[in-house]
């Protein structure tokens, strides 16, 4: 019999306290080019962790400016497990009582079209319950978005596109943009 999942919004306070994007995404990019510096998001919590960290994950999203969740057209390492972080690890947060615990790595992003958009990061925890059932439940911690990413063929204008039009037309060897 293989288990069946449910995916619902979380209805408690878990341990882990905050999801936070720790790398950005560049503010600008190429359609397709895979983005540098790469997103990262990490978790902080005033307690230890590491024991849930085996069912944590997080997932990347791209978010459309206008608010659409936009399936199918960012590239890259969409998924990624919690790696659990040093105890006495770096990080600006851990001064305080609240301790960033582990961190999630995607590399290799990239938006197929150009526009305006931000990246979703929802923290995702595989349930079970105690009955020992196969049943599980997916719940969804918290998200985050990072700063809006424009993503355009690149630094030239409509009129300098135009130029390279006439150009081209005029024989000259234009190299793509891609």
């Avoid at 905050?18 to 080019?33: D, K, S, W």
């Avoid at 006495?88 to 079209?113: C, D, M, Q, T, V």
């Avoid at 985050?144 to 300098?160: F, L, M, W």
Wanted: net charge negative; with cysteine.
């Amino acid at each position: 019999m293989s288990p069946r999942i449910a995916f619902r919004q979380s209805e408690y306070r878990p341990l882990i306290k905050m999801l936070r994007i720790a790398v950005q995404p560049p503010p600008h990019a190429n359609p397709n080019a895979p983005f540098y510096p790469p997103l990262v998001a990490h978790l902080s919590s005033d307690t230890s962790i590491f024991a849930e960290l085996s069912q944590t994950w997080a997932v990347a999203t791209l978010i459309h400016y206008s608010g659409e969740v936009l399936h199918d057209q960012l590239g890259g390492k969409v998924a990624d497990s919690a790696h659990p972080l040093p105890e006495g690890g770096p990080g600006p947060s851990n001064a305080g009582p609240e301790r960033e615990r582990a961190y999630f790595y995607f590399p290799g992003l990239a938006i197929n079209e150009p526009g305006r958009y931000r990246i979703r990061v929802s923290l995702m925890k595989m349930d079970y319950p105690p009955d020992g059932l196969t049943e599980g439940v997916v719940r969804v911690l918290e998200t985050v978005d990072s700063r809006s990413i424009t993503v355009d063929d690149g630094a030239i204008n409509h009129c300098e596109r135009a130029f390279l039009r006439v150009l081209r037309e005029d024989g000259q060897d234009i190299p793509s943009p891609h």
